[in-house]
């Protein structure tokens, strides 16, 4: 993991390379593109490792098949290092000023040199390394051999920089196995252009007895948005990004302009945990809002299980289902959903999370399926309540 001195230099540095390039003239009809990661994190694994092997751009006007490399980094990243504002520059380019329609990431099959989070060299190209620290190769479906393509378009100006970030999330990325046993990559990611963005920050803490308070690392803060008119369940919560609080509780998102449920909170087998805490807040582009958050613990006796077994009939190569719990809370501006927990799993798997008592839904979803919804799940605490998802 970075320290906070080296992620602090990484943003120093990437903050001068954009000025500078901004300021300098490229000449002719060219204009520079800026590309960055960074991550939606998540708290269910201790690291998670993906290889960008090549970064292509298609431009307006191309032939389907005609794509630009830009860079050809070949780097094994560990996506939970990418939070907090830190970001892994993945390409510097020259292009001709147009607007582009689509950016492509190559996923490489063989890993850098370098090592990872328990100093031991890359085992595979693409992995995860669980709470146990068990290694899990990532395969890739067959049918993003020719690359994860991400339909947005930019625009390249003369003698200026485009900056873009791509928000990998890893939550929804990391598929856990099912029947086959292998765990799958199926890359979820976002394009934010910096002009439009903006950076919230605060820290998450819990109070002393004295009420004082006290920092919370590890807390998962994600910016939600939850519509009530939409007609398919699992549309009526989206996680726009998230991020992990440091060891000091501290964090960062970078987000679009919009209005937001910021939700907070420690789940998912890291003791003690702490009930997520949802606070609503509007942003602006081209700000720095300040949102902090004091949750409260909860006692081992207070937790309940909620579990349950994945299957679809007839699936697909690689199917899997989406799973969201998600509860109901009362905020200023009124009454919204929340997700608290998020997982991929195969068919044939299972899910498992420990929360506090309470009542839930359980909404899921799987390609060519109407959604699944479980509501009014109540949990009780030190007991195990089963809710199957099946298509």
């Known amino acids: 993991m970075k320290t906070p001195l080296s992620k602090l230099k990484t943003l120093v540095a990437l903050a001068i390379l954009a000025a500078g ?49 830009v860079s050809s980094p070949n780097k094994t990243v560990n996506l939970l290092d990418l939070v907090n504002g830190v970001r892994e520059q993945l390409a510097l380019a020259d292009l001709t000023a147009g607007h582009y329609t689509q950016l492509r990431l190559m996923i490489g099959e063989t890993a850098d040199g370098g090592v990872n989070i328990r100093s031991q ?17 990532l395969k890739i479906p067959s049918g993003l051999q020719t690359g994860v393509k ?58 002393a007895a004295d009420l004082s308070p006290v920092a919370v690392a590890g807390a998962l803060v994600s910016a939600q948005v939850y519509d009530a008119t939409a007609a398919d369940p699992k549309d009526r919560v989206a996680v726009r990004t998230a991020t992990l609080s440091d060891d000091a509780g501290a964090y960062k998102l970078f987000i679009g302009a919009g209005s937001y449920n910021f939700v907070a909170g420690r789940l ?15 942003v602006e582009t081209d ?87 479980a509501t009014g799940v109540a949990l009780t605490a030190n007991t195990t309540t089963s809710i199957p998802v099946s298509f």
């Open 287 to 373: 700000t720095m809002p300040t949102q902090d958050f004091s949750i409260e613990d909860v006692a081992e006796a207070d937790l309940g299980t909620l579990e349950g077994a994945v299957t679809i009939a007839s699936p697909a190569t690689d199917a899997y289902v989406t799973i969201s719990v998600r509860t109901t809370v009362t905020l200023t501006t009124g009454d919204a959903v929340i997700e608290i927990w998020t997982a991929n799993v195969q068919d044939g798997g299972t899910y498992s999370i420990k929360l506090p008592a309470g009542t839930y839904s359980v909404v899921a979803w799987t390609s060519g399926r109407p959604t699944f919804e």
């Open 21 to 69: 390039f901004s300021a300098c003239g490229l000449g002719g009809d060219t204009g520079r593109l800026s590309l960055s990661l960074t991550d939606a994190a998540t708290d269910q694994y201790n690291a998670v490792y993906v290889t960008i092997r090549e970064v292509a751009v298609h431009a307006e006007g191309d032939m389907e098949d005609a794509w630009t490399v």
């Open 268 to 282: 998912g087998g890291v003791e003690p945990a702490y009930a997520p805490v949802a606070l609503p807040l509007t």
């Open 150 to 207: 991400i339909v947005q378009g930019f625009d390249i100006n003369e003698n200026r920089t485009t900056e873009l970030i791509l928000d990998f999330d890893a939550s929804r990325s990391v598929v856990a196995a099912g029947r086959s046993g292998r765990y799958l990559l199926k890359p979820t990611i976002q394009v934010l252009g910096t002009e439009l963005a903006a950076i919230v920050s605060g820290t998450v803490s819990t109070p």
């Open 121 to 137: 060299a890359h085992p595979f190209a693409n992995y995860v390394i669980d709470d146990s620290n068990d290694y899990h190769e």
